[in-house]
């Protein structure tokens, strides 16, 4: 099974920070990697598919870039909603496996 | 509007079954893949299965394998989960999604707890 880590597994941001999120994959080259937004009590929000695309209603702050296995999640101007867990995705191989996790929260 | 409506969780027993069922409406099911993905208490996300859109081809996680069955019925734009030979580590809010690759359509999830 492909294993996915992510770092940070916490951080504290602040109203207009850049944050950037890693996700490493540890097999394989990774082509369909997306990441998920979730907050308290809800269901996860895809974000980003195939490590780049925007998904459509997703604000631009959000990018994701990265190839074979390592990816990242940049928000390029940290907004009050966006404080959130995250979570990337692989999709290349059965099982389909998530990271831990990222929680941002507010410094 | 597009939505997934999860039903049919619950509290069971070790050992015993639940079906959950997942009622999509707002767009064209029988066009999609479609997944159940499960959250434990205060954890991340684990994919648990996939079905095509004729159900002829589907994956399982290998936790679940052999004792949870995805299902579809096209005509009733529903997906089910048949979980039998329940542990206390299945509980969990279940989740249905559209897609397998990327998940663009989520449920607000339906609740399992496996306790005596």
């Known amino acids: 099974d492909i294993q996915m880590t992510q770092s940070p597994s916490s951080v504290s941001a602040s109203v207009g920070d850049r944050v950037t999120i890693t996700c490493r994959a540890s097999q394989g080259s990774i082509r369909w990697l997306a990441w998920y937004q979730q907050k308290p009590g809800k269901a996860p929000k895809l974000l980003i598919y195939a490590a780049s695309t925007l998904q459509s209603g997703v604000p631009s702050r959000f990018s994701g870039s990265g190839s074979g296995t390592d990816f990242t999640l940049t928000i390029s101007s940290l907004q009050p909603e966006d404080f959130a867990t995250y979570y990337c995705q692989q999709a290349d191989s059965f099982p389909f496996t998530f990271g831990p996790g990222t929680k941002v929260d507010i410094k | 509007q597009v939505q997934l409506v999860e039903s049919g969780g619950g509290l069971v027993k070790p050992g015993g079954s639940l079906r959950l069922s997942c009622a999509a409406s707002?767009?064209?099911?029988?066009?999609?893949?479609m997944s159940w993905i499960r959250q434990a208490p205060g954890k991340g996300l684990e994919w648990v299965s996939y079905?095509?859109?004729?159900?002829?081809?589907?994956y399982y996680a290998d936790s679940v394998k052999g004792r949870f069955t995805i299902s579809r019925d096209n005509a009733k734009n529903s997906l089910y989960l048949q979980m039998n030979s329940l542990r206390a580590e299945d509980t969990a809010v279940y989740y249905c999604?559209?897609?397998?690759?990327?998940?663009?359509?989520w449920g607000q999830g339906t609740t399992v707890t496996v306790s005596s």
């Open positions: 999604a559209r897609g397998a690759k990327s998940l663009d359509v």
């Open positions: 079905i095509s859109t004729t159900g002829n081809t589907i």
């Open positions: 707002g767009f064209s099911f029988s066009d999609y893949y």
